[in-house]
């Protein structure tokens, strides 16, 4: 016989049993109360006898009195009960099923969901970029071409929105057109990633405690600062470059264009290794020593108190590059604007990295030079200069042509590739296979034999990338209602840097604190001593003050008579360069007007009755021999 009606199924992965319905009503209401006894009348320690004195026990009960069995009954009543143990109390344990834990509401699961996404995310596209970069470096080491990608920038767990940005501008200058709100937020956006006075303490304290190591572990090398720390465009977070400069080096800036040879650069290397294992291995105040080997092999730490990262290098003077720079920025007011952009950009989209095939900071400088420099009217303010970079590199064809700054000219790569005289030696004899005809060539105003894009293997992420930045660009000027129009390009930068700002500043407001306690401690000594008429205790006056003796001011006055001869030096070679170069160039343009008119005037012969077209040359050498 069939049921009348259909029996409900729960499906449900966590179903709730009627067992347990029953268990929570009956014992989970009352957990510690006493299990009901049963009332003894008849117990007697006869009645665990055997069966042999089962007779006798029933006469010794039938003899009693009811009054003596009354009484034992009550004896056997009146006894106290046992007391039971006292129950644990209960531990309520989270429900857990295939997908985690188990949620009560969908918005509780909604907003886990969300956390977890939020968590993971960050770390997602990390390893997104990782293998960006690593294809595009294993299509290079096989000299095949790669497709392109968007880059996105790198996230943070946390989120904030657009108009908290610290760059971000008031509700008055929004009302400005787009190309005004975007030059406003530039200049902004510069003012707040300069290091400020505490950044600013902090990074000059770890320069002199990184060179005074230095000076003590190699006493034969000078240290010198370079990079953006020494050119004045570093940000707060910028990487501290220090070059070990052998005391015998000449001051001759042509020299220092000739790359070390094999014999010098493995001695180099070997010397970083034992500078690494003696320095920095076992001392605590640096962190993650790595040898690398490059052109210029390095050592890259980063120092623990304030999460800066240093790179030391044996590398070649760089006194022409800071003349050029320097010059630049003279000449362009708004280039630290736009360059601060520009490498906030790639910084926070991975692709700042050389050794991972991105662009460092000399030739993104050098890139932002060379959109100014060949573009047929110059941008007169940071806002379009920002946008004719984007569209200058994301439209510029790295197949055919290569760049020049100084002078300012497209070149043919195939004809005029960028090579040492080694290199271009190897390339003809086999020994060293040509570049990919995707790569960058981009000739260093300060040494035409160094090629800038020659490690910049992403260079068609960069171009997809910053085509697509240029078109959102454009069209949230147009629209002109975002709060930031820079936040789609660097706003990621400031919950990524904002700890790490964080800790460098109270590591230099800490230095700040002990200065001046220590000043103060200096001045209590000396109004005490005055007051006694006594000389200031020695302890104090030795304690970690500036050095002011005849030997200290001999070697600074001996360095900076060596800095100038070195930038007069670096001018005159600089000056000689740009104008062989150009000299070259108006030959170069030369030959090839004779060509064209050449060619032309062949033409105009060959449409005259009668009249040949210009002889070929091969044809022309024939005749003079005939003659």
Known sequence: MQRSHTGLICRAHDRFNPSIALWQHFVQANPSKPRDRRQLSTATPATQDDATAHGKHAESES??????????????????????????????????????PWLSSKVAVSTAKNKKLRREAPRALLKEHEKLLAAARHAHSKLESYKGVIVQPMMSETSIKESQLPWCLNEKDRALPGVSRLRLEITE????????????????????????????????????????????????L?????????????????????????????????????LRYAGFRNN??????????????????????????IQIVLANDTSISRVIMQGYMDEIPYLRELYCVVKTIFDTRGLSDVFRGGFGSYPLF???????KHTPSPPGDSARALLNFLHFWGKFDTAKRGISIEPAYFYDKAEHPVLTDVQRA?????????????????????????DLGRKGVAIKHVQVTLRDLHYQLVNDIKVNTRPSLLAPLVGNSYLLQLERRRKLREYGRDLKDKQAKMLSQKAEAVRKANQLGQSMPPQLVNEEAPKTNEEETA??????????????????????????????????????AEKASALEHGDAMATIPGMPAVEEESQAKETTTTT
């Open 238 to 274: 910028s990487d501290l470059d220090f070059r070990l400069v052998p005391k015998s080096e000449s001051l001759d800036p042509a020299q220092a264009r000739l790359p070390p040879s094999q014999t010098q650069r493995n001695k180099n290397i070997k010397m970083l290794q034992e």
């Open 366 to 372: 050098m890139m932002v030079v060379a959109s100014l």
């Open 426 to 450: 190897k390339r003809e004899n086999g020994k060293i296979d040509p570049m990919p005809d995707y790569m960058l060539s981009l000739r260093d105003p300060a040494d035409e034999t160094n």
């Open 63 to 100: 003899s009693t009195s009811p009054e003596a069995r009354d009484a034992q009954r009550s004896q056997v009543e009146t006894r106290e009960p046992e007391k039971e143990p006292t129950a644990k109390p209960w531990k309520l344990r989270m429900m857990r099923t295939d997908k985690g």
């Open 189 to 236: 956006f510069y003012n707040y990633t300069t290091p400020d006075h505490h950044e600013t303490l902090a990074r000059k304290h770890v320069v002199e405690r990184v060179r005074n190591h230095l000076r003590e572990w190699l006493p034969d090398y000078k240290v010198e600062v370079f990079g953006s720390e020494r050119t004045g465009i570093g940000m707060p």
């Open 555 to 592: 070697l600074k006055k001996e360095n900076e008579e060596e800095e100038e001869t070195k930038q007069r030096l670096a001018r005159e070679q600089m000056d000689r360069d740009w104008q062989r170069l150009t000299d070259e160039m108006n030959e170069r343009l030369r030959k090839k």
């Open 284 to 309: 605590k105040e640096y962190l993650l020593p790595v040898v690398r080997h490059a052109r210029y092999p390095l050592i890259s730490a980063q120092d623990a108190q304030s999460g800066l990262d």
